[in-house]
C-alpha cells in the first residue's frame, strides 16, 4: 500500500507560498508551520506503521528443524528393519520424529518420546509390549521366589542412613536418588553379576511402524564377561548375548529407573517396559540356540522414585510381552525398606544363578547347542521349547547366597 506525501511537500508548495522562506515573519505563519510540521509527523508515523505490518505479515511461523538421518537407527537383531530412537531421546533437547501441524510439533519437541501421553498405548503397543495385571505361570513362579525371607541379618537405621533418606523423600533430584541407592542398596558387583550404569543396550526391539526409544537403564545387572572363559565368551557375543555398550556384561536380568521430583512415574514405566523387553528378547534368542537347557523366560525392571519404589517383572506369551507390578514398596518406611532390599538382593540371587546356568550351558558347546541353520527352523523351536518347559527345573538354592549380603 502506497502512500501519497501531503501537498505541501512537493517543490511547487514552495514556490506558491512565500511564508515557508520566512517562517518567523508573523505569528500567522509561525502557527501555519507547525500545523504543517504535524501533518508531516503524522504522514512519517503512518508509513513506518504500513512497512512494520507489511514485515511482519511476510514471515512464516517458524517450525522445528527437521532431525538428521543419522539419529534413526535402522539396526535390528530380529525381524525387518526398526527404527528405533537414538539415545538423544534421552537428553536433556529433544528432536520429534513425528509429523504433524506445527501446533503439534511445537508441543511434541518440549518433551522427550517415553514423556509422551500416547508412547505407551501407540508405540509399545504396536511392539506387543504392555503393562497389565494378569501374568503368565512362569512369571508368578519366579516372582513368588523373590519374596523368600532371608536367613542373613540386615542392617541398622544408621547403616541405611534413613535420615538422609528422609531428606530425599520431600525433595530430591534424580542424581540424588541414584547415589543414595547405588551406595546403600545396589551393589556394584554381586556373584557373578555385575552392575553397569547409564549404558544403552542393543537394538533389539520388535520392528513397528512407529519408533521406540532406546532402552538406557539408569543401571542394571548381568553377567559379568570378564570372569567367564575366552570361549564362552565368544559363543555369547556369537548369538547376541552382549547386552551393553561397552560388551563386558550379558543377558541383563534387572534394570532399574531412578526418578527424582522433575520425573514421574509414566515416564519410569515406559522406560522399565523397553528395557524389560530387550532384556527378554536376549534370553529369547539364547533358547533358540541351546538344545538342552531351558533358561527362564524372566526379567524384572525396578522403578525408584523419592518415596516409593516399584518392582515389575516380565514375561513372554504368544509374542506378547507382558510386564506386571509384583510389589509396592513405600521406601520412606525402614520396615519396608528392608523389604525392598530383601526383594532387590533374591532378585540378584536369582539372576546369578541363572548367569551360571548359562555358562554351564556354554562350557560343552556340542552337547548344548545345535547349529544356527537348525536352530532357527520353527518346528525345532517349538519341539525343544516345549520338551524343556515341560520337565521340572532345578530348584534354585537362595537361601544361601553366592556372596556376602
Avoid at 533437547?93 to 505407551?120: D, I, N
Avoid at 512362569?138 to 542412613?161: G, I
Wanted: net charge positive; aromatic share 6%.
Amino acid at each position: 500500500m502506497a502512500i501519497d506525501p501531503p501537498s505541501f511537500y512537493s517543490a511547487s508548495s514552495f514556490s506558491r507560498r512565500p511564508f515557508l522562506k520566512r517562517p518567523f515573519e508573523s505569528a500567522q505563519t509561525d502557527h501555519y508551520h507547525i500545523a504543517k510540521r504535524a501533518r508531516l509527523d503524522q504522514w512519517l508515523d503512518n508509513l513506518v506503521q504500513t512497512r512494520r505490518h507489511i514485515r511482519m505479515s511476510r514471515q512464516t511461523p517458524r517450525l522445528p528443524p527437521t532431525p538428521p538421518q543419522s539419529l534413526v537407527s535402522t539396526e535390528h537383531s530380529i525381524g525387518p528393519s526398526v527404527a528405533v530412537a537414538s539415545s538423544a531421546d534421552y537428553a536433556g533437547t529433544r528432536t520429534v520424529r513425528s509429523s504433524g501441524t506445527a501446533s503439534e510439533c511445537s508441543v511434541k519437541s518440549t518433551k522427550r518420546l517415553v514423556e509422551q501421553t500416547q508412547y505407551r498405548r501407540l508405540h509399545l503397543g504396536s511392539a506387543n509390549i504392555y503393562h497389565g495385571t494378569q501374568s503368565n505361570q512362569a512369571v508368578d513362579d519366579v516372582a513368588k521366589r523373590m519374596l523368600v525371607p532371608r536367613s542373613s541379618p540386615q542392617p541398622s537405621c544408621n547403616e541405611l542412613n534413613m535420615s538422609r533418606l528422609s531428606q530425599l523423600e520431600f525433595s530430591a533430584t534424580e542424581a540424588q536418588i541414584q547415589e543414595y541407592y547405588r551406595r546403600h542398596i545396589l551393589p556394584e558387583r554381586y556373584g557373578a553379576v555385575q552392575r553397569v550404569d547409564q549404558q544403552c543396550m542393543p537394538h533389539v526391539l520388535p520392528s513397528v511402524p512407529l519408533p521406540l526409544s532406546k532402552p538406557i537403564p539408569d543401571s542394571a545387572y548381568g553377567l559379568n564377561l570378564s570372569d567367564v572363559e575366552a570361549s564362552i565368551e565368544r559363543q555369547i557375543r556369537e548369538v547376541g548375548g552382549v547386552t551393553n555398550a561397552q560388551g563386558d556384561v550379558a543377558y541383563t536380568f534387572v534394570t532399574i529407573e531412578f526418578k527424582g521430583d522433575s520425573g514421574t512415574l509414566s515416564t519410569a514405566l515406559n522406560q522399565c517396559l523397553g528395557d524389560a523387553a530387550a532384556c527378554l528378547i536376549a534370553v529369547q534368542r539364547l533358547n533358540r540356540e541351546l538344545s538342552e537347557v531351558f533358561i527362564e523366560e524372566v526379567c524384572f525392571s525396578i522403578s525408584v522414585t523419592p518415596a516409593l519404589g516399584f518392582v515389575h517383572a516380565m514375561g513372554c506369551s504368544e509374542g506378547r510381552y507382558e510386564m506386571v507390578t509384583v510389589a509396592r514398596h513405600a521406601l520412606g518406611d525402614y520396615a519396608q525398606l528392608l523389604t525392598f532390599r530383601r526383594m532387590v538382593r533374591n532378585i540378584l540371587d536369582w539372576g546369578n544363578d541363572r548367569s551360571m546356568k548359562i555358562i554351564q550351558a556354554l562350557e560343552h558347546p556340542s552337547r548344548s547347542l545345535v547349529s544356527i541353520s537348525e536352530a532357527h527352523s520353527p518346528a525345532l523351536i517349538d519341539r525343544q521349547i516345549s520338551t524343556r518347559r515341560n520337565s521340572t527345573p532345578a530348584p534354585l538354592h537362595m537361601t544361601q547366597p553366592p556372596c556376602a549380603v
